[in-house]
Structure formats: structure tokens, C-alpha cells
């Protein structure tokens, strides 16, 4: 399920428009992104941290049908805002934002959480990887580097169960599958675009599409700190349906990948 965007922006995203090539001397334009959903105490302060640490971004908050002053919070602080009608789901907001991205010809989009956990000081690392040239996606790792607060053992035993499962399935390491904090270039976002994006939970399932898509990732080492109490969407019996749903979505993938030659990158 896509989320809903203006026709202007429908009909101008078009996935086969070949991507931006970079002039040389120039700053390639990127777009902080961050998927909101009642931040409005925390999501000032972020916006106007990633403006001051990196004044040559751009920031879009997209506001996922909040019911609090997040969009206000964002705007006041200097950030362009989308608001979605009502709450689509974390997976449908990040896609609005890529397709905003798209529309609006940004070459590299950082995408970050907007409860605290990724501090802006940590976007420097992706988006160092990115102009070396040598991946389509850079991924933030909170195991290769650290987190500064403690993981439920039952969480930390999923993300490492589900990066097991990745690793083997992409064939090279995968620590930290489930990580939001990531940098992407034109050629992600414009695959990214596609009706099979997940509304919800896009994690694992995301890196092995990318792998048989013939695009590159890697991860980074980040530090990540703790979000603030019972905002994790993880609560509630929503882990039941999060590891069905993966692993639901991560058989399909390889199947429909494996029975494919990959594309040459």
C-alpha cells in the first residue's frame, strides 16, 4: 500500500527517469528525512540540531497523522513538513518522504528517527560511505558501533536472529537489520518508490529486495541512544505480528529473488 501523494507528485515520479548525475565540484543536494508520529516535545530540538551540526541539508518531517503539535514544532523549527491525513504507518510516511525527494530532485536522502535515538552527529558516517562511491545504501549499526542504553534481551535476540537469517541470505554480514538510521542515493529512492515498499515495518525484507535489485549497501558503525518511554512500536502484541510478517516477507523475497539472476550493478 503506496500513501497518498499529490497528483503533481504521481505523475512527475517516474521510475524509469534516469537518476541526477553529480557535477563535480558541486555538493550532492541531500534531504534529512524523519518520520514522525506525536514528537512534538523532542522533534524541535532534533531539527534544529541537524540544521546547526549540518547547514548544507535540507529537512522534511513527515507527520503521520499526529494528535499533538508535531508539524508546528517541526515547521517552527525550520524543517519542511508533510502532513499525512491520519496515521499510514511508519513504512507509508518514510515513502512519502522518498517521493517528496524524488519530486523535488534530491540526489541522497539520510533517513532518521524522530524520538531521539539517532543523534544528528551520526549522519556525518553515512554519508561519508555514500561519496566513496562504493554502496547505494549505507546502513547505521548500533552493534559495530554502540547503544547507549539496554536492549530487552527478547528484542536484542530478534534483531540478531533476523540478521542471521540476512546475512546468509545476501551472503556478507548483516548486524543490525532492523536499523531505521540509514543514507541512500537516487537509485534507492527510486526503487524504494515501488508499490511493494511495506506500509509498516520495512527492515530486513528492505536489504535482501535491494541485494536482488543489484544495488549495494553496507553497514556503518553509529551510536544509538535510547527513545523515551513506551514509544517503541514495538509494544503490545505488535512483536508477534512484526516476526510473522518478516519472516513472511523475507521467504517471499528470496523465492521470488533466487528464482532471478541479479542485476549487475
Request: charged share 20%; hydrophobic share 40%; proline share 9%.
Amino acid at each position: 500500500m503506496s500513501p497518498p501523494v499529490s497528483p503533481a507528485l504521481a505523475d512527475r515520479s517516474d521510475p524509469g527517469r534516469p537518476a541526477l548525475r553529480l557535477v563535480p565540484g558541486r555538493p550532492a543536494r541531500t534531504l534529512v528525512l524523519i518520520p514522525c508520529l506525536d514528537e512534538g516535545p523532542r522533534i524541535g530540538d532534533i531539527v534544529r540540531r541537524v540544521r546547526e551540526l549540518h547547514p548544507g541539508l535540507d529537512v522534511l518531517v513527515v507527520d503521520d497523522g499526529s494528535g499533538d503539535d508535531t508539524a508546528d514544532a517541526a515547521r517552527k523549527a525550520g524543517a519542511a513538513v508533510v502532513r499525512l491525513p491520519f496515521n499510514l504507518g511508519y513504512g507509508a510516511a518514510l515513502q512519502t518522504g522518498y517521493k517528496y525527494a524524488l519530486e523535488e530532485g534530491y540526489e541522497r536522502v539520510v533517513q532518521m528517527d524522530g524520538d531521539g535515538q539517532h543523534p544528528p552527529e551520526q549522519i556525518g558516517p553515512l554519508l561519508t560511505l555514500l561519496d566513496r562511491g562504493e554502496v547505494d545504501l549505507a546502513v547505521g549499526s548500533r552493534f559495530l558501533g554502540s547503544a547507549e542504553y539496554r536492549i530487552p534481551a527478547l528484542r536484542r535476540l530478534g534483531i540478531g536472529f533476523f540478521g542471521r537469517i540476512t546475512s546468509a541470505l545476501v551472503h556478507q554480514p548483516v548486524t543490525d537489520p532492523t536499523s531505521g538510521l540509514q543514507a541512500m542515493n537516487r537509485a534507492v529512492l527510486t526503487f524504494y518508490q515501488q508499490d511493494f515498499y511495506p506500509w509498516d515495518y520495512p527492515d530486513a525484507d528492505m536489504l535482501l529486495r535491494v541485494h536482488y535489485a543489484g544495488l549495494r549497501f553496507a553497514e556503518v558503525p553509529v551510536v544509538m541512544l535510547g527513545g523515551p518511554p513506551g514509544k517503541s512500536m514495538h509494544r503490545g502484541m505488535r512483536p508477534l505480528y512484526y516476526v510473522y510478517k518478516l519472516l513472511l516477507s523475507l521467504a517471499l523475497t528470496w523465492l521470488a529473488g533466487s528464482a532471478r539472476p541479479r542485476r549487475t550493478p
